[in-house]
DNA sequence: GTCTATAAAAGGATAGAC
DNA sequence: GTCTATCCTTTTATAGAC
C-alpha cells in the first residue's frame, strides 16, 4: 500500500472523492447533494465517480464505514472508555458534513428495505458492545455502581449522541459533550444509590 | 367546524391525505414515498393532492404539526410532567409511519436552506420549554432535586427520545419508553446528591 | 375540487470511445 | 480510469378541461 504503488492514484483519487462528498453535504444536505454535484467537486465526471462507488447509496455507506475504521482503531485496541467515547464526539463537533451525513443517511437507512439498512443495525451492536464494555471497565474500577445495566446504558448514550446532533445540526450552540458528561456523571452519581424511589 | 359545514368534505378528504401518507411512509420510508404514490393511496390524482398542500415538503410539515397540536393539547393545559411526555412516546410506538416520517423529516430539514427548518427550530424550543416546566415542578415536588439544570436535562430528554426512536426503527424490539423511564430515575437520584465526584 | 395531460427538471445508471 | 453521450425513471409543478 506505499503511496507510489500500482492503486496510488486511484486511492488517492477516491479520497478525493469522499472529501468533496462531506464538503457538498455540508452546505446541501445529503438528500439535495446529487452525485452529479459531488463529481463535479471533486473535478471528474458523475460517471467517472460512478467508477468508484457504483450508486449514491454505496458512495454514503463507505463514507461513513471509512470514518468507523478510523474511529475503531481507537475504540478496539485498548479498553474502551467513556472518555474516548467523548473524544469522538468532540471530533464529530469539527466535520460538520460527515454528521449531516450521519443523521440524514442513517434516518434514510432506517426505512424498510433500504440497502444500507444492514449496515446501521450492525453498527448499533457494534458501539453497544463497545459501549457496554466501558461500563463495565467503569464498574470494575469502582467508578460506576455494581447495579446498572450496561447495554441499557450503552443504548441512552448511544441515543442521545444521536440526538444531540440532530440538535446541533440545528443550532451550533448546543454543547454535545457538556450534555453527555452530565449524563455520565449522572450514570455514576446514581448507580451506587438504588434503593427504591419515592 | 360542524361536519356538515360548507368545508366538511375539504376537511375529510385532508385528514383522508395525512394518513395515507402515513401508510406509504411507513412502508417506503419518507425518502422514497413519492407525493403520486401517497395521493394514490388517498385515493385521488397526485395533482388533486397538490392542490391540497402546495409542495412534498408542506404536507409533511403539516402532519408533524397536527401530530404537536393534538399533543400540545394535552402538554399545555395542565402543568406538564414526564409521565405525560412519556405516554407520549408511549403513543408514537403504535404509530409507525409518524416515527418514520419524523426520523427522516427532520433529519432532511436540519440541512442548510431547508424551508421546514425553523419549524424544527421552533418545535425543539418548545418542547425544550415544556421539559424544562417539567422539571422544575418535579423539583418543586421534591421528587427532583434543586441542583439539576432544568434545560440540560431537557435537552438530553429530547436527545434520547430522538435517537431511541431511530434504533427503533431499525430494531422493533428496541423499549423506547423502559430507557426513557431509566433515564428520568437517574436525573432523580442524581440531582440529590452533587458533591463533587472523584 | 378534481381530473387529464404535459412539462420540465433532476436523479441515477449504462454504453462505448479514448 | 475517465469522458461524452444517452437513456430511463422519478419527481415535482403547471395548465386547462370538466
Redesign the interface.
Known sequence: MSPTGPYAKGIAKREEILTAALGVIA??????AAIREIAEAAGLSHAGLVHYFGSREALYEQVLRERDERDAAMFDEVEPTFAMYVKLVEHNATVPGLV?LF??Y???A?????PS?DF??DR?NRIRAALSRAVIVAQRNG?VGPQVQPE?VA??I???????Q??W???RS?DMV??LR??W??????SW?LDP??
Open positions: 452546505r446541501l444536505g445529503c438528500r439535495k449531516q443523521i440524514e442513517s434516518a434514510e432506517s426505512a424498510p428495505g433500504h439498512r446501521f443495525v448499533y467508578e441499557s443504548d441512552v448511544m441515543a442521545t449522541t444521536d440526538g444531540l440532530l440538535q445540526s440545528l443550532d448546543v457538556g450534555r452530565e449524563l456523571d449522572g450514570v455514576r452519581r446514581t444509590a424511589l419515592p
